[in-house]
């Protein structure tokens, strides 16, 4: 192994990306746009949900209710006929449906419980399972208060305090962006090292620094250092002045020790670049297997929805991907403040996992290159 | 052609040419590398777009884009390049096939036409190999029968026979002017840098540095020079500046008692591809200081030869010393005295003529201090300090090819393995290399092992080895050589060997086939050129483009079933339920009351309960490592206070890392503590709460169970089939590009909607598979019924794929490399698909840029469509509504397609 050779083979892999002007502007994109619109897009779960009421009984409380809901939560409701209720749920039109029957005060005040239909999109996953039982919810106070009227009713004797912790309003900004960080690391790790080798490749200039003193070994450990640099420090860049400087959001933990674990995700993917670039023939495979993996990276790793919510064989699949490890060292470093204590076994984990991908990837790659021409 | 120039950004590659050719005749265009005669050529095939001037091609104005359109059936091209405008894993006559459908020809036709150029050039046997397996000599035939194909008035011909050995070259120009024979008034124009073919030839321009120095014949040249060569005629035509640096190569005689040690030693070197036997049985033994000539036909094992000696393949039998040392993989030592120079030139041409130099100096670690003076004595050496900052790819072929030769000798190696290191450099730049040669040979006793198919350069060497079909058949020195087959040059004596060697081979080959090439060709023109779309033409590209996706079966494979893995993957695996909430409690009472809370807690299904929290210290760390979710904290007295009525307040920690689970949790446990309470309240104090007094009937519709695989899985299909046809598109016009072959769409009469929608079928019925696998496996595997219209789904989806594979299309059309294209199609759609197309939160939530984004998105309105069609049971009544969005944008993309994608090279 030669320090030299390596740093020398390093800085002309910069240089190439310095000349690829597409390239680096499609970089600082991912890193300073692309941030800023995934966090400032990604919503409150209950954010302008559409909601259609069908008030069939045109009371004083049916009204009363259908102006409890108002942005940002609900879109203002609108009063669709009971005939045109399904077309819109099925047109996606309405998330909601809420159905006042008729007679409903009435029937309320002689004392019985008239039911109130609630018609949910349930393909809309998500919103569904909030914002109905925050419908049910905010039903129950407003009939609550009409009932009571003037004298206060009982205060429920136990008065459950909430508090959420690492964002205590739960705002979405705040997770989109790293999120958003976490992929376009990955995105930009594996493209930047995968296509490098393979257009090395196809020009044959690969062939040529077979012929001289440098080692595979090098060769690799050179495109790992320089691209994973380039993508480092676009993470840091964008970590610092745009989460922290242009959306103003406040990060609980160190962002140095975020870095760090940054760089080992890093040497883990510009790995994994290497690998597929190496295990595939040419640029068109390499596309296709690129696409098919970064999908699960993007998706299952725990970034869009939590992993303890996957089946387990899902989640033991997940288990190798270094994303996975990351993103949870993420949220616990940035959100909720932990320290090396705390993240040193997925550090650990990350690590491991970089290190297997190399000894494999070196394999492969000297393989490979005895192979090739 | 009338005062055209052509400039590349500040470069003046063609300075008010003024010229008049003649029809019906070969004109060749001569000059040194790099002073526009390709540029020239392809502003006369239409390829390159006039900037000034004006041309006038086969009567009328090439300005003019009709005009342009009704002349370029008449006009073929040939690029530079061995089958540069080939396609390598198409066949010889998939490749003609393709070309004769570009121009129209019905089947009959073309088949006639094909076994004519077949036959007449001698490949009939290899109809079937891949075009990038044959031979330099075959690609350039095949290249030409695919130029011929159309019966062109005008045939350009740019640098034919560059990299072709003599046999070949022969024969090939046995070829043209049998051709010309039958097909009398057709125009050849020729550039080339052998000045024996040149003399050949009716007419002669000569070019430097964008003008036109001479026209006439090549007597008329020779007069005026006074000379008796068209080489010297050539140099004599140079600028005096330029001629002053040239003289003669002058080789000393090696000194022959010298007792030298041996530098290559090769014994039985063998090496087979499949059953193909590359190398067989190789001897060789170069001495110390020899210049060693490698010379043979185009695919006969030189290469292969040369790459088992630099140790880069690895010998199939046999064995190889180089220095006295056997040759491994590994041996970093004897690399460091190898300098190598590989056919293709392989710089990078994304580092300047400096850079490539010092990187070179830097791997093979010559000393810092030493470093700098090294590198410009290099670019003084070999006249490299004018284009210092210059990139390779911007320099002519000769220039580069210093470039390579001083990048191979920046280090002083004692041994020097050029592969053709010549080919396609003109007279004068050939004469200063092998001077260089020479002196390196004698003064430095460096051996040179170089591979060329120039005789004047083989006539050189101190020794040369002919190879054919992977033996050596002769070596020795030239002299002898030429002696032993009693033939008058260099030149004779090896097409002999060569053409002994293939009657021996096949037995009765005739290679000069004496029928009249066309004689059976149906005469008079070729069909009225259609001007309009031609679903021919367009054919013709989906062809190739299926022909080569079917050649890359591990491509396919991986878009159909790659999909498919990823389905039952994502269509478990994105799971929007929360539920196994981590929680774990506080209980500083521990009366039967708290308890009764935490145990009402992990009764329900979408908790677990985890050890209980010791204390306030505990409940930090364990909510920091994530490993709880929810904490509860449950105050001493809880129960006693209960009990009286006092108030009370249990704490909830809930994780908001994740907003969403945050806000989810924090219902559960609202809801979970208000069934606490009022039962408590019913049991207990037999009270009823005002609290929760309406019923609130949820129907959870479409997805009653409001279960995650019947939200996500017909989501899944919309992904899908975005980005892999998207990807699988991004790559096909860029791809071209990098690879030289797009010169077909500028020369051919093929119009840009006829290439990019031809290009486009391959991957929409590919698409189309795909989306039928996915329908199956979401019915089959994930029990997600198609409750809606399958007709309206499957044309939804027709529609959509035309628009996912035109994105793709697009990133293809303006991006430059094939790296830039798979970034910019990843985070054109991989990104947004996934955040703003209504995946997971329904885009009338997106705020921002990123509802912008969603609205405009095909992929938003298929999603609906998807997921109404399958969970909704709609069809075309409810649905029609979004197909309108998606049907525009697979418009507007191709629109803009067309209109990015240029019919000329600028």
């Known amino acids: 192994m030669c320090i030299a050779n390596i740093t020398q083979l390093g800085l002309k892999e910069l240089r190439s990306l310095a000349f690829d002007p597409i ?14 619109v995934a966090a400032t897009v ?14 069939e009984d045109r009371s004083p409380l049916s009204r009363r209710i259908a102006d409890a809901f108002y942005p940002p939560k609900f879109q203002s409701p609108s009063l669709v006929s009971i005939g045109n209720a399904d077309l819109g749920l099925d047109q996606g039109t309405y998330t909601f ?30 919103q569904a399972f909030t914002g109905s039982s925050y419908i049910d919810a905010m039903v129950n106070t407003e009939v609550g208060t009409f009932l009571r009227h003037d004298a206060p009713g009982a205060v429920p004797p136990v008065d459950l305090a909430l508090r959420i912790a690492f964002n205590p309003s739960l705002e979405q900004p705040w997770f989109g962006a790293v999120m958003q960080i976490i992929n376009n690391v990955t995105i930009l790790s594996i493209i930047l090292t995968g296509a490098a080798l393979i257009r090395e490749r196809e020009r044959g200039t690969i062939e040529h620094l077979l012929v001289m003193p440098v080692e595979p070994f090098e060769i690799m450990i050179a495109k790992i250092w320089s691209m994973g640099l380039v993508v480092l420090l676009a993470c840091g860049f964008s970590v610092i002045a745009v989460v922290q400087g242009a959306l103003q959001i406040p990060i609980e933990g160190s962002v140095l020790l975020f870095l760090f674990g940054a760089a080992i995700n890093v040497f883990a993917t510009t790995t994994l670049g290497i690998f597929l670039g190496t295990v595939t023939r040419s640029m068109q495979q390499f596309g296709i297997l690129m696409i098919l993996t970064l999908i699960p990276l993007m998706v299952l790793s725990g970034g869009m929805t939590p992993q303890e919510s996957m089946p387990l064989v899902v989640q033991w699949v997940m288990a190798v991907a270094p994303t996975t490890h990351f993103v949870n060292l993420a949220q616990a470093i940035l959100y909720r403040g932990a320290g090396f204590a705390i993240v040193w076994p997925q550090l650990l984990d990350l690590l491991a996992i970089g290190m297997t991908l190399f000894c494999l990837t070196l394999w492969y790659f000297r393989r490979a290159m005895r192979k090739m021409s | 052609m009338h005062a055209v120039s052509l400039h590349h950004g500040r470069t003046c590659a063609l300075d008010g040419i003024t010229l008049d050719l003649p029809a019906g005749q070969i004109i060749g265009v001569i000059g040194p590398d790099g002073v526009g005669k390709s540029t020239l050529l392809s502003l006369i095939a239409g390829a390159r777009k006039l900037q000034e001037g004006m041309l006038e091609v086969l009567g009328d104005d090439m300005a003019d884009a009709a ?11 040939m690029p530079q390049g061995l089958g540069r405008n080939l396609y390598a894993t198409l066949s010889v006559s998939e490749n ?17 036409r094909i076994e004519d150029l077949l036959a007449s050039t001698g490949m009939s046997e290899f109809r079937d190999r891949p075009a990038g397996k044959l031979s330099g ?28 050995d003599p046999l070949s070259r022969v024969q090939f120009w046995e070829l043209i002017s049998r051709i010309r024979l039958t097909r009398n008034g057709m125009s050849v124009i020729v550039a080339t840098a052998y000045m024996e073919e040149a003399a050949g030839f009716d007419m002669l321009v000569t070019m430097n540095a964008g003008h036109v120095l001479s026209v006439g014949t090549a007597k008329e040249l020779l007069d005026r020079t006074r000379t008796r060569s068209l080489e010297n005629a050539f140099i004599a035509m140079m600028p005096a500046a330029e001629r002053r640096t040239h003289h003669d190569v002058v080789i000393a005689a090696r000194p022959a008692d010298v007792a030298a040690d041996v530098v290559i030693e090769a014994r039985g070197l063998t090496m087979r591809f499949g059953d193909f036997t590359a190398v067989d049985h190789v001897d060789l033994s170069i001495a110390r200081g020899e210049i060693f000539g490698f010379l043979g036909s185009n695919g006969c094992g030189k290469t292969t030869t040369m790459k088992m000696l630099t140790g880069l393949l690895a010998a199939g039998s046999g064995e190889a010393w180089l220095f006295g040392e056997r040759v491994t993989g590994g041996n970093l030592a004897v690399r460091r ?4 120079m590989s056919q293709g030139f392989s710089l990078y041409s994304e580092l300047s003529v400096l850079q490539n130099l010092t990187l070179q100096a830097r791997l093979f670690a010559l000393p810092r201090s030493a470093l700098a003076a090294r590198v410009s004595e290099m670019l003084h050496r070999f006249e490299l300090d004018h284009v210092a900052d210059a990139m390779p790819d911007d320099l002519p072929l000769g220039v580069r090819q210093r470039l390579s030769l001083a990048v191979a000798m920046v280090h002083s190696p004692d041994l020097l393995i050029l592969d053709e290191p010549t080919s396609g450099v003109d007279p004068i730049a050939r004469d200063m290399f092998w001077q260089m040669m020479a002196d390196l040979s004698r003064h430095d006793n460096v051996t040179i092992f170089i591979s060329t198919h120039f005789m004047n350069e083989a006539a050189r060497c101190d020794r040369i080895s002919l190879m054919n079909a992977g033996r050596v058949l002769v070596c020795d020195t030239p002299a002898a050589v030429t002696a032993s087959r009693r033939a008058k040059t260099l030149e004779e004596a090896f097409i002999g060997y060569l053409r002994d060697a293939a009657r021996g081979e096949t037995g009765t080959v005739n290679l000069s086939v004496s029928r009249p090439a066309a004689a059976t060709r149906p005469r008079g023109r070729v069909a009225e050129t259609w001007h309009g779309f031609s679903l021919r033409r367009m054919w013709s590209y989906t062809l190739r483009e299926t022909l080569e996706l079917a050649r890359d079966p591990i491509r396919g494979t991986l878009a159909l079933f790659g999909t498919v893995m990823l389905m039952l993957i994502l269509g478990y695996g994105l799971n929007l339920d929360v539920n196994n909430v981590r929680f774990a409690v506080l209980d500083s009472d521990n009366s039967m009351l708290s308890r009764d809370y935490a145990l009402n807690l992990a009764g329900s299904a979408y908790f677990v309960q985890q050890t209980p929290i010791v204390d306030a210290a505990d409940l930090d760390h364990r909510m920091r490592s994530g490993e709880l979710n929810l904490a509860i904290e449950l105050p001493p007295g809880f129960g006693r206070d209960l009990d009286r009525g006092a108030p009370v307040a249990v704490g909830a920690w809930i994780d908001g890392a994740n907003p969403q689970r945050g806000e989810t949790i924090q219902s559960y446990v609202q809801a979970m503590q208000l069934g606490w309470l009022s039962g408590m309240a019913r049991d207990r104090l037999g009270m009823r709460l005002a609290f929760g007094s309406v019923n609130v009937q949820i129907r959870f519709r479409y997805n009653p169970d409001v279960v995650s695989v019947v939200a996500m899985v ?17 790559l096909s016009v860029v791809r071209e590009k990098e690879l030289g072959s797009i010169i077909n769409l500028y020369v051919t009469p093929v119009t840009r909607s006829e290439f990019l929608i031809g290009k486009q079928i391959p991957y929409l019925v590919l698409g189309m598979v795909n989306f039928i696998l996915l329908t199956i496996l979401a019915t089959a595997v994930f029990d997600v019924t198609l409750s809606g219209s399958l007709a309206f789904l499957f044309a939804a989806s027709f529609v959509f794929i035309l628009s996912s594979t035109g994105i793709g299309l697009l990133m293809s059309t303006f991006t430059r490399s094939q790296a830039a294209a798979i970034l910019a199609t990843t985070i054109g759609t991989l990104v947004p698909a996934i955040q703003y197309a209504g995946l997971i939160n329904p885009v009338s939530s997106l705020t921002g840029v990123g509802a912008l984004i969603g609205g405009i998105l095909p992929v938003t309105y298929f999603l609906v469509i998807a997921r109404g069609a399958f969970s909704k049971a709609l069809g075309f009544g409810a649905l029609w509504p979004d197909l309108l969005p998606i049907t525009a944008s697979a418009v507007v993309l191709m629109v803009l397609c067309i209109l990015l994608l240029k019919k000329q090279e600028k």
């Not at chain 1, 409903?104 to 609630?118: H, K, M, S, T, Y």
């Not at chain 2, 290249?143 to 072709?164: A, Q, R």
């Open chain 1, 23 to 36: 390239m680096l502007v499609l970089i600082a994109y991912v890193f300073t746009l692309d941030i800023y």
């Open chain 1, 42 to 55: 990604m919503p409150e779960t209950l954010l302008n949900a559409p909601i259609g009421i069908v008030d």
């Open chain 1, 97 to 126: 449906i809420l159905d006042i029957p008729p007679d409903f005060e009435r029937d309320l005040l002689a004392g019985r419980r008239p039911p109130v239909q609630l018609n949910v999109d349930a393909t809309r996953m998500t």
């Open chain 2, 67 to 77: 005009h342009r359109r009704a002349v370029c059936p008449r006009i073929a091209f």
């Open chain 2, 96 to 112: 003609l096939h393709f070309f004769a459908r570009l121009f129209g020809q019905a089947r009959a036709e073309r088949q006639t």
């Open chain 2, 137 to 164: 000599g075959m690609k350039q035939k095949l290249g030409l029968c695919c130029s011929l194909i159309h019966d062109p008035d005008l045939l350009i011909l740019d640098e034919p026979t560059t990299g072709v």
């Open chain 2, 337 to 340: 005295r190898v300098g190598y």
């Open chain 2, 714 to 730: 017909p989501a899944m299909i919309p992904l899908l089939l975005l980005l892999i046809p998207a990807m699988l598109t991004a």
